[in-house]
Structures are given as C-alpha cells and as structure tokens.
C-alpha cells in the first residue's frame, strides 16, 4: 500500500524557517517523480515545487522562489522542503504528492496519484 | 502562464446529474491533459479523472471526463449523485513555465 506521511508542521514566526518531510513506503521511492502542493485555510490548491526521480530537476511555483528548497533521499525513501524567509501567506496544510508513473511502459503522467494527509504550516507572531 | 476558471458551486439533488466547468484562460485546453480531483471535507485530495477522461481503478463510472475546444473547456460530469459525492473538486493541467495549474475549485452539495 502507498503511503505519505508528512512532518514537520507547526507554529513559527514570520522571516523563521521550517523543514518538511515526507516518509514514502509502499512503492519504489526512486523511481518517482515528486511534488509539494498547498492549501492555505479555506482556500484552494496551489503547486509548490517539484523533484525529479534523481533529484535533478528540481522546479518551484513563482511564489516560493528563493526562499524554498525541495531535495529527497532515495536511500531513506523521504522528501523534503526548507522553508525559509517563511511569510504569513505560507500559511497553509503542506502535502506531499507523487507524480503518476507507469512501471512498465516508463511513462510519466503529469497529474499527482497519492497524496499524503498533509501537514500545517503556521506563519503567525 | 494560464488560469483555470471553475463555477464557485453547485448543487443537486440525489440521483441528479452535474456538470463542473474548467475554463483555460490562454492556450489551448487540448494542448495539455486535464485531471480532476476530489477533496472531500478533512481530507486529502483523491484523483477522479486523470488524462482529459480516464478513471483511476476504484472510481465508479458515474464520474466522466471531456474536454471542449470550442469553449476551451473541460468538464467533470457526475451522474447519479450520492450524498457520498458532496466534496469540493479541482481541475488541474500542466504549464511548461508554472508546470501544474489547478482551478479554482467548486464545492458540490447534495441537497
């Protein structure tokens, strides 16, 4: 069974920093494409950024440029996002989501298949 | 760079059919696949549609996808609407510069 499980959420202060992560099991972690989505309170979903299987290509929302830094651990099987510079319009429930891919044809879909049950960001004095 | 427009909301009753729009502002709807995702209240988002009109094994047939080029839309059509189906719902495609693009969402309630 795939599964996402994300940490690393909580209270922080503008201009602070926080780390996600996102434990993936249940599927070949290294094999996958992988993203950051988020929804701030009563909003709608926004794309945060995105990681290649290697880690090679990395690719961020306009929004979060500069200050976010996706990366992964293929060994640990985990995701990650540095948030830093962190704002109040951060503030937002943070889910990990991987990217469709077919095994055995090696096709990649550009659309998310599993998310995890997310994480929440708090940007507050 | 390119938006997806969606109605705020819709309703219907059990058994009913509706209809949820997603409206490509710039560039064509067809360039690139659309997917649909449900969120129903509390919980992660689950894709519905995937590829413009391509069901996810477990989703039931009740749920359909298409696109419109003359109106430069897609839509996700529910028929016999359960009350299990009252969630929000987001459309989503993919932007060479942005990379993924989701709309604006639509709550669906079951009156």
């Known amino acids: 069974e795939v599964q996402l499980v994300e940490s690393g959420g909580g209270l922080v202060q503008p201009g602070g920093s926080l780390r996600l992560s996102c434990a993936a099991s249940?599927?070949?972690?290294?094999?996958?494409?992988m993203n950051w989505v988020r929804q701030a309170p009563g909003k709608g979903l926004e794309w945060v950024s995105y990681?290649?299987?290697?880690?090679?290509?990395?690719y961020y929302a306009d929004s979060v440029k500069g200050r976010f830094t996706i990366s992964r651990d293929n060994a640990k099987n985990s995701l990650y996002l540095q948030m830093n510079s962190l704002r109040a319009e951060d503030t937002a429930v943070y889910y990990c989501?991987?990217?469709?891919?077919?095994?055995?044809?090696?096709?990649?879909?550009?659309?998310?298949?599993?998310w995890g049950q997310g994480t929440l960001v708090t940007v507050s004095s | 760079n390119f938006m997806l427009t969606q109605p705020h909301s819709v309703s219907e009753s059990p058994g009913k059919t509706v209809t949820i729009s997603c409206t490509r502002s710039s560039g064509s709807i067809a360039s690139n696949y659309v997917q649909w995702y449900q969120q129903r209240p509390g919980s992660s988002p689950t894709t519905v549609i995937y590829?413009?009109?391509?069901?996810p094994s477990g989703v039931p047939d009740r749920f359909s996808g298409s696109i419109d080029s003359s109106s430069n839309s897609a839509s996700l059509t529910i028929s016999g609407l359960k009350t299990e189906d009252e969630a929000d719902y987001y459309c989503q495609s993919y932007d060479s510069s942005n990379l993924y693009v989701f709309g604006t969402g639509t709550k669906v309630t079951v009156l």
């Open positions: 249940g599927f070949t972690f290294s094999s996958y494409e």
């Open positions: 590829e413009d009109n391509q069901r």
């Open positions: 989501a991987r990217n469709s891919y077919d095994i055995l044809t090696g096709y990649y879909g550009n659309y998310f298949d599993y």
């Open positions: 990681i290649s299987s290697s880690g090679s290509t990395i």
